[in-house]
């Protein structure tokens, strides 16, 4: 019984770190859908979502990590939740810093209904 209340333990911490992590993505995403990215990289508010997104995301890789390696003494497993909450967040930063991805461009043509099928694949 102490073992399944200790895997209860890592298990409801691990997902409240990935919940972390995801909302300060989603957080992230919808500021650039709403204000652009790199409208000057200067902005602060987009700056701290970025190192906070970073901070998040090397706490629950780490933390996580840890934690799973070491309490269930199962390191493998550890890394791969280590992996897996760096590979999340840096995919979603490759996707939107490195192909200056125009998040406030696209979303403004989906709300508007003018960005069809067609007009999205030329546009990109």
Known sequence: MHHLVT???IAAVVLALWAVQLTVLALHARYTVHH???AGFTE???FALLAACV???LSSAIG???GIGAILKATP???AHGILAIGTTAS????SYATDWDAKAWWDRRKTGKA???DEATAA
């Open 7 to 9: 895997l209860s333990g």
């Open 36 to 38: 652009g990215i790199r």
């Open 44 to 46: 602060d508010a987009e």
């Open 55 to 57: 901070i998040v995301t």
């Open 64 to 66: 996580g990590g840890s």
């Open 77 to 79: 497993w550890g890394w």
């Open 92 to 95: 979603y930063l490759l996707l």
């Open 116 to 118: 069809g099928p067609t």
